[in-house]
């Protein structure tokens, strides 16, 4: 029996049924762009804990900063006995997130929380109720943002009622949808006014690249046509970068990209180098109006989070991790397309900076476009070629035979994404694409 199987052996005995992992291998130690498990199997990274792990695992300043804050202290709770490192924090994310006004931040512990403080937030300094989300949206696992969230399996099946005042509209969706980003902004919008009222909109919550949705870039022009109008009709626009922020998609956020200013944005995962802290950031009106006591945790903005927080922007600032991500897109992007040339599996290949995807569908099935997208999200059908669930959890499969770690995502779960650490080399990237080649 390998070490892994019996620490399998032992989790079936331990761990709850519905917590799940991806493979049945266990990490022993992580750096750079690799994994290495009890057995001494190396991976190639290609998950980065989710977009977590953008400096890299175990980094050597947040390694230094996370060993000198636990010897000074690990706990106060910053609405009990404040310090310095919970303002520095916020004063660094004031400072990176889009928009040139006065902002404040407030700190939490993962980007579930961070998104429900938003919600909280923009219902009060707005005082209207209904939020605005999006279909193939991803924004967490607990009450409220199951509610936000659209895909049901697994992240909804069994667990309602949800919290209400919770309206979805259509997304840009290019591969499927055939729409310009002005067109489908319209789609939307026209689904607000009828079916909500502008008047009652608290917040339009959107990921300017969703993430477990598939990987979906708005088409140019959708984005800021719905920030727009959200700002005519007095609700907020609210950018959850908590997958995009912090260099990977090549901008320090996202947003950045469509020259979108968001009233309010929600960051977690990359921030913190592997720590759990989560934020969000806006309006010094919008994030001021909240009563005192209104916000906050016990582990809000824990002090070795926010040391990892502060060790983990200044190495992507020294590192440049913005420049890191392009370079990973300049390497990836072309082999893909390859790949997709030869393998008519491979419908789409998108994404920005180290935020990758490829969609599998079924060859020869219907073009992108090939129903209007008012009769598709009438009937709620998918939109173009066919997706191909099976064929992707197929080679998802033969990759991790291969020691390459791949995560799927996607409404019909037939989307490849690739989230590197930013910090991996060249050398790394072309073998985890030879991977993927074999494996398709």
Same mark, same amino acid.
């Given at each position: 029996?390998?070490?892994?199987?019996?620490?399998?052996?032992?989790?079936?005995?331990?761990?709850? %049924?519905?917590?799940?992992?991806?493979?049945?291998?266990?990490?022993?130690?992580?750096?750079?762009?690799?994994?290495?498990?009890?057995?001494?199997?190396?991976?190639?990274?290609?998950?980065?804990?989710?977009?977590?792990?953008?400096?890299?695992?175990?980094?050597?300043?947040?390694?230094?900063?996370?060993?000198?804050?636990?010897?000074?202290?690990?706990?106060?709770?910053?609405?009990?006995?404040?310090?310095?490192?919970?303002?520095?924090?916020?004063?660094?994310?004031?400072?990176?997130?889009?928009?040139?006004? =006065?902002?404040?931040?407030?700190?939490?512990?993962?980007?579930?929380?961070? #998104?429900?403080?938003? #919600?909280?937030?923009?219902?009060?300094?707005?005082?209207?109720?209904?939020? #605005?989300?999006?279909?193939?949206?991803?924004?967490?696992?607990?009450? /409220?943002?199951?509610?936000?969230?659209?895909?049901?399996?697994?992240?909804?099946?069994?667990?309602?009622?949800?919290?209400?005042?919770?309206?979805? #509209?259509?997304?840009?969706?290019?591969?499927?949808?055939?729409?310009?980003?002005?067109?489908?902004?319209?789609?939307?919008?026209?689904?607000?006014?009828?079916?909500?009222?502008?008047?009652?909109?608290?917040?339009?919550?959107?990921?300017?690249?969703?993430?477990?949705?598939?990987?979906?870039?708005?088409?140019?022009?959708?984005?800021?046509?719905?920030?727009?109008?959200?700002?005519?009709?007095?609700?907020?626009?609210?950018?959850?970068?908590?997958?995009?922020?912090?260099?990977?998609?090549?901008?320090?956020?996202?947003?950045?990209?469509?020259?979108?200013?968001?009233?309010?944005?929600?960051?977690?995962?990359?921030?913190?180098?592997? /720590?759990?802290?989560?934020?969000?950031?806006?309006?010094?009106?919008?994030?001021?109006?909240?009563?005192?006591?209104?916000?906050?945790?016990?582990?809000?903005?824990?002090?070795?989070?926010?040391?990892?927080?502060?060790?983990?922007? =200044?190495?992507?600032?020294?590192?440049?991790?913005?420049?890191?991500?392009?370079?990973?897109?300049?390497?990836?992007?072309? %082999?893909?397309?390859? /790949?997709?040339?030869?393998?008519?599996?491979?419908?789409?290949?998108?994404?920005?900076?180290?935020?990758?995807?490829?969609?599998?569908?079924?060859?020869?099935?219907?073009?992108?476009?090939?129903?209007?997208?008012?009769?598709?999200?009438? %009937?709620?059908?998918?939109?173009?070629?066919?997706?191909?669930?099976?064929?992707?959890?197929?080679?998802?499969?033969?990759?991790?035979?291969?020691?390459?770690?791949?995560?799927?995502?996607?409404?019909?779960?037939?989307?490849?994404?690739?989230?590197?650490?930013?910090?991996?080399?060249?050398?790394?990237?072309?073998?985890?694409?030879?991977?993927?080649?074999?494996? /398709?």
């Amino acid at each position: 029996m390998t070490a892994s199987q019996d620490i399998h052996k032992r989790r079936t005995s331990a761990v709850a %049924r519905g917590v799940s992992s991806m493979i049945s291998s266990y990490v022993d130690h992580a750096s750079g762009g690799t994994l290495t498990d009890v057995d001494g199997r190396e991976w190639i990274d290609m998950a980065a804990g989710i977009a977590v792990t953008n400096v890299g695992n175990a980094a050597p300043k947040v390694v230094e900063a996370v060993r000198r804050q636990v010897e000074r202290f690990t706990h106060t709770c910053f609405m009990i006995a404040p310090y310095e490192a919970y303002v520095a924090v916020c004063e660094q994310l004031n400072a990176l997130t889009p928009g040139v006004f =006065e902002k404040r931040s407030a700190l939490f512990n993962s980007g579930a929380e961070a #998104v429900e403080n938003a #919600v909280k937030i923009a219902r009060h300094a707005t005082g209207r109720q209904a939020v #605005v989300v999006f279909d193939h949206a991803y924004h967490g696992r607990t009450n /409220l943002t199951m509610a936000l969230t659209a895909k049901v399996m697994p992240y909804k099946h069994g667990f309602g009622p949800f919290a209400g005042e919770i309206y979805r #509209v259509p997304m840009s969706y290019p591969f499927r949808d055939g729409l310009s980003g002005p067109d489908a902004a319209a789609l939307a919008i026209g689904m607000i006014e009828k079916q909500i009222g502008a008047d009652q909109v608290a917040a339009v919550l959107i990921e300017p690249v969703q993430g477990e949705g598939g990987f979906i870039v708005p088409a140019p022009g959708f984005l800021s046509s719905i920030a727009a109008w959200a700002r005519s009709a007095g609700a907020l626009f609210v950018a959850d970068e908590i997958q995009t922020g912090f260099c990977r998609t090549g901008e320090w956020f996202a947003s950045t990209h469509e020259g979108v200013e968001p009233d309010l944005i929600t960051t977690a995962k990359g921030i913190a180098g592997g /720590l759990p802290l989560a934020a969000v950031t806006g309006r010094a009106a919008v994030m001021d109006a909240v009563h005192a006591g209104g916000l906050g945790g016990t582990y809000g903005g824990n002090p070795v989070a926010c040391a990892a927080a502060l060790a983990s922007i =200044e190495t992507m600032r020294e590192l440049d991790l913005c420049a890191a991500a392009r370079r990973i897109e300049s390497v990836m992007r072309p %082999r893909l397309e390859s /790949l997709a040339a030869a393998h008519p599996v491979i419908g789409d290949v998108r994404g920005r900076g180290a935020m990758l995807a490829v969609e599998i569908v079924v060859p020869g099935s219907a073009e992108p476009g090939s129903m209007t997208a008012e009769r598709a999200y009438g %009937r709620g059908a998918p939109l173009g070629a066919t997706p191909d669930a099976a064929k992707t959890t197929a080679i998802q499969k033969a990759a991790h035979e291969a020691g390459l770690l791949l995560l799927t995502c996607g409404t019909y779960g037939n989307v490849i994404r690739f989230l590197p650490p930013l910090v991996m080399d060249d050398a790394t990237l072309h073998r985890a694409l030879d991977a993927l080649e074999a494996a /398709l």
